[in-house]
């Protein structure tokens, strides 16, 4: 009854949607087309999808694109020029047809595909590529792309070479250079460059940006706005995809973002089918668990994600900043023993089992086991030892006070606080129990909840921070995004954002080893490189880490074509390829805003 | 007598409850904090006083605890019968942390090791729910009490001074109670957090959030003191005071004051109540004392949490303790306010239980 209810609710808050019209013709393959033909299950096409996000998007801009979000939803709406495969982890063609590389590795030349249109109808060509990197490798743009596209500091350039030949030049050999390309959305010169020339690019294609004026590669486009409450995006009619039978994909009619704050409203309405596909966390997973078969969807542990969560200290110089009680604390932090100490304490397994439900494994080093390319699986993983820590910190010079807490050798007590989000319950909850662990060592430990951006701002600016618990996720399962973090002066070195640098021996060895991987084109001897960095950050721990949660999603049983990834946008990567199951369009269409 | 029959039928629970509350490190069969990571989110125990034969057992025994828990899943548990352990009270226990100097304590309540007792379950990191409730009650009811003394002790000041003194003095007085009533506390006190220093150790925002929900709570209390006071200063034995050359602070303390007791002390029992519930809605929030010392609000806090609201009922319990607790401070309320009446003066006689509240 209450399933009822809630369809007739859904009816009710649709019908204006519904007034928008039909969803445009599926136009048929001309021969002149240099088609993608796609290997998989042939769908059936129709229907509508219903994703969820936690805010609304900020932009479907994907020169300025920053928030999760946006690029979900941008994700779907843009395509770029050689692909990598969430599900392979491997680059494949996409705009790009074929692609050849001098013997040098400088010289990238990339074969364009012919005859395709842009979802609005235009053709696409190599001028457009030109435009698109033109616009990223602008200073005054201040894409947040344009970091990545270069190399050893210095950009890219690109040349036409014919209307759909376009070189590119590195300044420098570098390692899996096609990896670049991926995710560099190719924008449609014809809509941009006058904003471009105007200098007006940045603000160009808000929300508030009709329909009819943004266009892209993806296989969706932009159709509606509703701040607050959903972004709905429809079929490309032009896409350059097809199934084996030449069908033009994607097969689903549309794709409608709904905006659901909290993780818990959002399980709430997966349970009740307003939502076709969700992404949980290990507690909520064991909640959806049980009604699988009573409300006909399926749920998918995929295993560890790229994600490492890891608890650090506040390394950086703050002699220009006026923060002594910090600055006195670092004494501690500094040494290495001290910071091994503490992660000797952390019960990590108890972490994987009481916060994750199982659902996440412990990890010492920055690479998780979804990293299978990459992974170093020589790193020590010791089981947590209340007795090594203890004779660490002895050998740093800490002892036991007489009512049990550690003092250092000036005998102050020693006392840290962690901050944490209380947004992620699952990082707070890996504070309390750090909290637990050091205080049996004596350490008393202070766990601070404080907003996400209050954090990050002691982090990045003003340093007035002790310790804190976050977590990165590596963009890519390559090393090379990585720099960022692990080098002295990267834009991610986190626990010492002011080390220009390297201060310690291990860092002068790391930041050598991630600089000499990016120019070493070799598979196996990179991956000897990445190994002793593994190494070196699972010895001298400058960031403590802790565990990776497992990617755990979930999805209606009358979707198909689902290949989950334990990447971002876990079921939705290969959104052209997905489709509902025969007897379910009619009904779905019955609800949706599609139908006729 | 029957009156004061039901002023005790509400003040010896309560006293009990504050006792138990009081000596939570006795009362209490573990730390509050220690964690049982074996044993997280584990049912409440069943006491048996007959085994499975029907035998009696004087001296009663909880079952072992089957973990359940696949390597992962949320936890499962079952009895385990074959295992008992016999509840043992009045028992000394050697306590201390890891590589520190072992202190002994007493507890009212344990089971022999390895057996554990969790007779209203644990959290989410194996915390038996009974010590925290106990240590929690610490927290939450005397900062209620606390804060309750410090909005009535306001109260009687500032009341009683604009209801004696009147005119300019009375003004500026009740403006600012309304002013008071008007601002919007949960807000101002995330501003607050926000300013605080992060390492604000338990004692520190214990003491805090007594100050700032008694200071939120004076402005009502005042107005009925000033009303008190206003009457009470006509008075023949106040006019007379005052013709013998009395200063205003003698009368004020005297004469004046006494006549506002009875209100204030029905006051009290019903402040005690909100000031309660105010501690466990910031708590509830985040904004009370920390993890890992608990309080009622902070462990309710878990349920904000869908899963766990869904699934584990004895999370509510530091919610449900609210309730007969609310119910006979406010009974006790209620008996109060029946024997003001009778024996109080006419105009504090027209202070009926009906009138009190809606001034409250």
Known sequence: MRFRLAHALLVVTLLPVTALGDSPVRQAVRPEEDILVMPGAIGQPGGRLVASLHTDPKTLNPVTVVDLPSKEVIALLSADLIHINLYTQRTEPALAKSWNVSPDGKRYTLEMRKGILFSDGHPFDADDVVFSFKVYLDDKVHSPQRD??????????????????????????????????????????????????????????????????????????????LPGQQIVLERNPFYWKADARKNRLPYLDEVAFLVVPTEDAEVIRFQAGDVDVIKVNPENYSALEGNQHARDYSLYDLGAGFEYDFLFFNLNDLSAKQL?????????????????????????????????????????????PANKLWINPAIQQPLRSLERAAALLRTAGFSRGADGTLVDVHGSPVEFSILTNPSNTQRTKIATIIQDD?????????????????????????????????????????????????????????????????????????????????????????????????????????????????????????????????????????????????????????VGPSSH | MMRNKKIWFAAMPLALVHILVLGARFFAPYDPAQQHRDAPFAPPMRIHFLDARGKFHLRPYVCARLNQTTSTGSPRYAEDCSHVWPLRFLVSQEAGVFGAAPGTTWHFLAVDAPGQVFLLGTDDYGRDQLSRLLHGGQVSLFAGLLATGLSLGLAMVLGGAAGYFGSWLDDGIMRVAEVFMALP????????????????????????????????????????????????????????????????????????????????????????????????????????????????????????????????????????????????????????????????????????????????
Not at chain 1, 350 to 364: E, M, N
Not at chain 1, 542 to 550: G, T
Not at chain 1, 565 to 585: G, H, I, P
């Open chain 1, 438 to 590: 050091l205080g049996q060592l004596g350490i008393k430990v202070h766990v601070v909840p404080l907003e996400f951006q209050a954090i990050m701002t002691r982090v990045f600016d003003s340093y007035d921070y002790e310790a804190s618990i976050l977590g990165l996720v590596s963009g890519d399962a390559d090393p090379n995004p990585e720099i960022n973090v692990w080098t002295s002066g990267g834009g991610t070195h986190l626990w010492a954002q002011t080390e220009t640098r390297p201060l310690a021996p291990w860092q002068t060895e790391v930041d050598a080893l991630m600089q000499r991987q990016t120019t070493v084109l070799d598979y196996r001897k990179r991956k000897q490189i990445y190994d002793r960095v593994q190494e070196l950050v699972a010895t001298y721990d400058p960031v403590i880490c802790v565990v990776s949660p497992n990617i755990l999603v979930g999805a209606k049983n009358s979707l198909a074509g689902l290949k989950p990834s334990v990447m971002r946008n876990y079921l939705l990567w290969d959104a052209e390829q997905l489709f509902w199951r025969r007897e379910t369009v009619g009904r779905r269409q019955a």
């Open chain 2, 185 to 360: 506390w949960i807000y101002l006190l995330f501003a607050l957090r926000a300013f605080l220093p992060l390492n604000v150790g338990a004692r520190q925002s214990f003491f805090l959030l007594v100050s700032v929900i008694g200071l939120a709570g004076w402005a009502r209390p005042s107005r009925l003191v000033r009303g008190v006071v206003l009457s009470a200063k006509q008075r023949d034995f106040v006019r007379a005071a005052r013709g013998f050359g009395a200063s205003s602070v003698y009368i004020l303390r005297r004469h004046v004051l006494p006549e506002t007791y009875a209100v204030v002390l029905t006051q009290a029992a019903l402040l005690i109540s909100q000031c309660i519930l105010a501690e466990v809605t910031l708590s509830f929030l985040g904004l009370g004392v920390g993890e890992p010392v608990p309080s009622w609000g902070n462990m309710l806090a878990a349920l904000q949490k869908y899963y766990v609201l869904e699934n584990y009922w004895w999370m509510l319990v530091s919610g449900l303790v609210l309730v007969p607790i609310f119910i006979l401070y406010h009974l006790l309320a209620d008996a109060l306010q029946a024997r003001i009446k009778p024996s109080g003066s006419p105009e504090m006689s027209s202070l009926t239980p009906q009138r009190l509240r809606v001034a409250i």
């Open chain 1, 324 to 368: 002594p009680e910090i600055g006195r604390k670092q004494e501690w932090f500094r040494r290495t023993e001290f910071r091994q100490a503490v992660s000797a304490a952390i019960d990590r397994e108890a972490i994987v089992r009481l916060v994750y439900q199982g659902r996440a494994t412990p990890l010492w080093d920055q690479v998780t």
């Open chain 1, 148 to 225: 990545l596209l270069q190399v050893g500091g210095k950009p890219i350039q690109v040349r036409k070479l014919g209307p759909y030949r376009v070189v590119f030049d590195l300044p420098a050999p570098y390692a899996a250079a096609e990896r670049l390309f991926d995710s560099v959305s190719i924008l449609p010169r014809h809509l941009l460059e006058h904003a471009y020339e105007e200098g007006t690019i940045s603000k160009a294609w808000g929300l508030a940006t009709p329909p009819a004026e943004i266009a892209g590669l993806g296989p969706f486009r932009f159709k509606q706005y």
